[in-house]
């Protein structure tokens, strides 16, 4: 029943979906206002169908179906409610419907902002969301659909895997496939202004914001990921450069470019062609990452032809971007930029090179994540180059990006003067010396920390400069110091909401640096009562327990952490799920703003009496967090509407 | 020099320096995976390699105390004994299929310095190497599907 009722409304919404696209197309060909509406009223269809489609899954989730394969398989009678919810999106069926609601969602977002506002580039636009739905509605009715039969009945499911409950994994996918989709939207207007031929800047002011929104939750994604990974995988690492993070890093990199290169278009006029090959680029890489990480070829070439998931996301791909591209050569002479750059010194300059080594980064980042597919498919080698290349290549381009992020902001548009140089740069550059110079004096030895340690306190102190500079200017015309504070971030939300940003990359930048070069780990096997010693840090093996939960049963130690005196009782476990063939780890730690203390349990002597740790003192990852959390601030600050009236 | 001349010569210095960081890193990154078999035709000591094989039943031996792990690795053509300092990871256990990235050594047996436990949000069917048989193993191994 549930099968076949989940099963029509896919196809349903398939028909609707394809219908709408097609009506909104000849309807903006032919001048057909009726025809737009039509589609209009087909992608609200769509939506409430995909609605249903998702209220119906959580309601088999919730109520043990196990006459629905794709509950069967993903929980079991001992799965805790929380995880039920989270279990309809915890494998690649119920996250393609997740994936299809919110670019239903969208899509009618998109119809309510522009229905009125953008009447040229509108229809196109609906049209091309509905297309891009009516993929991913068709992957949900032939390639992994959710709603298909269990033969027979079984009495329970197999469970959720157990690593993914956490309440990291409730909030990662969502702000991450909010990201994802939500690059569809600039896409769709890029392909709006691509075939009516306006390429000025209406659908670059249009999607702006749009671009904005979907950073912001892809980069909430990325962190929410990063943490999961810190707390649950037990490696005490937040990045490993695994395709799967890869998949989700690149388009950050390319919207990241767009963000930054949309400014030069808006202000110079230049850039035209640039900003709408990183739009489709964007989306074409959230395409393939999800072609990546879904079809199973990063295993191999051969697998994903056993899949037909790979093949038709691969096939997907090329239409998307032949079309674009080729829409993109049929306007090339409405695309020539109009503006010239003047001077190597300049923002413009500034802002280029940002965009290069942005999308330097991203071609590294694919390059490594394709390169064991394409040693396989040339040579018939598998070679494998892990993180210790990402880490070589990518580190002085980042540091590079971090550096640039301090001079981009403050120096001149068109040519900078030697004058303008020093009145933005000279106590920054003094400021960031004296930091590298200071941190030689406490004791850092590590050449990349330093310099990373003076780049940062260099950005730093241009944001400084800046605020304090704007926040004078308004003082001295009587404002008091709050109103002035907040109006010059509520009226300049744009340019302070990319400070703060960038105040978050910084923390983040500093974290990650901390990890890297101080972090210390050791591994020891204690008898009851025997103390390990670390970083100042002693552990003390109190006992073992065996604790039975609803879904498994786990094995807990209990481990006194003191340095001088009692600071906690870490309780690490090993997690043993009938399901499950390995026990998992639980870790157990306590952060710091300075350091967080790590705790893994590794192994156990069955009676008690001995067990084997995992002990890490990581440095400064906290801040990775709290960067986290303030370059979010700041891109909500951006997503603000602007106001150009006085408050 | 032009201001055309000017870009054109910074792209081309970006472009080229680029080039050469991701030739080094990968020259310098690239690690190999081989089977048992593969390392015995033709080992070159102190070479990275990612080694792949069926952790053989009953060589498996942990010293807790001294975190000492030594196994035993096959693809039913060759063994290589392999030894770790640490604990065993999760997934770790004889039987199964193991992935181990380290060197050989001049001593004659390969020494581990990182074994591999994948996780997979994707449900994976319990993998038995006793049935599936070496060949099938090596390949899910090697991710290869020839």
């Known amino acids: 029943m549930t099968v076949d009722l989940g099963y029509g409304m896919t196809l349903v919404a398939l028909v609707l979906a394809i219908y709408g696209g097609a009506a909104a197309a000849v309807g903006a060909r ?53 995880y039920r919810i ?52 068709l992957v949900m009715t032939i390639a992994a659909p959710p709603f298909q039969r269990q033969v027979p009945v079984a009495a329970d499911g197999r469970g959720l895997n157990p690593l993914l409950e956490d309440t990291g994994m409730i909030t990662h996918p969502v702000a991450l496939y909010l990201g994802f989709t939500g690059f569809t939207v600039p896409f769709a207007f890029a392909m709006a202004a691509l075939i009516t031929g306006r390429v000025g800047d209406t659908w670059l002011v249009l999607t702006r914001r749009w671009t904005i929104v979907a950073w912001y939750f892809l980069s909430l994604g990325l962190l929410i990921g990063g943490w999961w990974s810190y707390h649950v995988l037990g490696w005490g690492g937040y990045w490993a450069w695994d395709p799967v993070e890869n998949a989700a890093f690149m388009p950050w990199l390319t919207a990241t470019a767009f963000l930054h290169s949309v400014m030069i278009q808006e202000r110079r006029r230049m850039l035209k062609l640039w900003n709408i090959v990183l739009v489709i680029l964007t989306f074409g890489l959230t395409l393939f990452g999800t072609f990546l990480t879904r079809s199973g070829v990063i295993a191999s070439v051969h697998a994903f032809t056993q899949g037909s998931i790979g093949a038709l996301f691969l096939g997907f791909l090329a239409l998307v971007m032949l079309t674009a591209l080729g829409l993109v050569a049929w306007r090339w002479e409405a695309l020539r930029s109009q ?52 880490n070589q290549v990518n580190v002085p381009l980042f540091l590079s990006l971090i550096f640039l992020m301090g001079v981009g902001p403050l120096i001149a548009w068109r040519r900078a003067s030697l004058e303008n140089l020093k009145k933005n ?40 400069v800046d605020f304090v500079r704007a926040t004078r200017a308004r003082l001295r015309v009587g404002e008091a110091l709050v109103p002035a504070v907040g109006g010059l971030l509520r009226r300049h939300n744009r340019r302070y909401g990319g400070f703060v940003v960038h105040l978050g990359i910084l923390l983040i930048a500093l974290g990650v640096t901390g ?37 498994h049963f786990k094995v807990v ?91 | 020099m032009n201001r055309r001349t000017k870009f054109l010569a ?6 080229a320096v680029l080039a050469y960081m991701i030739y ?7 690690v190999y995976f081989v089977t048992p078999g593969e390392l015995r035709a033709a080992a070159v000591p102190g070479k990275a390699y990612r080694l792949g094989g069926m952790v053989v039943p009953g060589s498996l031996k942990w010293e807790a105390r001294a975190l000492d792990l030594s196994f035993t690795l096959s693809d039913g053509t060759a063994t290589v004994p392999v030894r770790h300092k640490g604990t065993p990871p999760d997934l770790f256990a004889e039987g199964r299929g193991a992935v181990v990235e380290g060197s050989w050594t001049a001593d004659g047996y390969f020494k581990a310095s990182l074994i591999m436990a994948k996780h997979s949000e994707e449900y994976k069917a319990p993998h038995d190497g006793t049935q599936a048989g070496y060949q099938e193993l090596i390949k899910t191994l090697r991710g290869d599907g020839r």
Request: with cysteine.
């Open chain 1, 515 to 551: 990890s890297h070069a101080w972090s210390v780990q050791t591994e020891a096997t204690l008898r009851r009562g025997e103390t390990a010693e670390l970083a100042g840090y002693r552990f003390r093996f109190d006992d073992l327990t065996a604790v039975e939960e609803s879904n």
């Open chain 1, 86 to 137: 989270t279990g309809v999106w915890g494998a690649l069926e119920g996250s393609i419907i997740l994936w299809s609601w919110m670019l239903g969602l969208y899509t009618l977002i998109l119809i309510l902002r522009h229905r009125d506002s953008a009447r040229e580039l509108y229809p196109w636009a609906l049209a091309t969301m509905l297309g891009i739905l009516a993929f991913f509605l």
């Open chain 2, 10 to 15: 910074g792209g081309a210095v970006i472009v």
């Open chain 1, 557 to 647: 130690g209990a481990f006194t952490v003191s340095n001088g005196r009692v600071l906690d009782v870490l309780r690490p476990a090993k997690k043993f799920y009938p399901q499950e063939q390995s026990p998992i780890a639980y870790v157990d730690y306590r952060l710091g703003l300075k350091e967080d203390v790590y705790l893994v349990l590794g192994d156990f002597a069955r009676d008690g009496t001995q067990a084997t740790i995992k002990l890490q003192v990581n440095r400064l990852v906290s801040w990775i967090w709290i960067g986290g959390v303030v370059l979010t601030l700041g891109a909500l600050l951006a997503i603000l509407p602007e106001r150009r009236t006085p408050a």
């Open chain 2, 24 to 30: 080094a890193g990968v020259t310098q990154s690239a």
């Open chain 1, 339 to 390: 503006g010239e750059l003047d001077s190597v010194v300049s923002r413009e300059s500034a802002f280029l090179l940002n965009n290069v080594l942005l999308i330097a980064a991203a071609f590294t980042v694919f390059f490594g994540t394709v390169f064991p597919l394409l040693s396989e498919a040339v040579r018939g080698v598998k070679v494998s180059v892990g993180a210790p290349f990402f």
């Open chain 1, 425 to 464: 740069f000279l106590w920054p550059v003094v400021l960031g010396v004296a930091a590298a110079a200071a941190a030689f004096v406490l004791g850092v030895r590590s050449a990349l920390a330093a310099l990373t340690l003076a780049t940062t306190v260099f950005v730093g102190a241009t944001i400084g």
């Open chain 1, 30 to 82: 032919a001048g057909r206002p009726a025809l737009v509406e039509s589609a209009q009223h087909a992608a609200l269809g769509v939506f409430v169908l995909i609605t249903a489609c998702f209220a119906l899954l959580t309601y088999a989730f919730l109520t043990f179906d196990f006459s629905v394969r794709y509950v069967a398989t993903n929980t079991n009678l001992g799965t805790p409610f929380y």
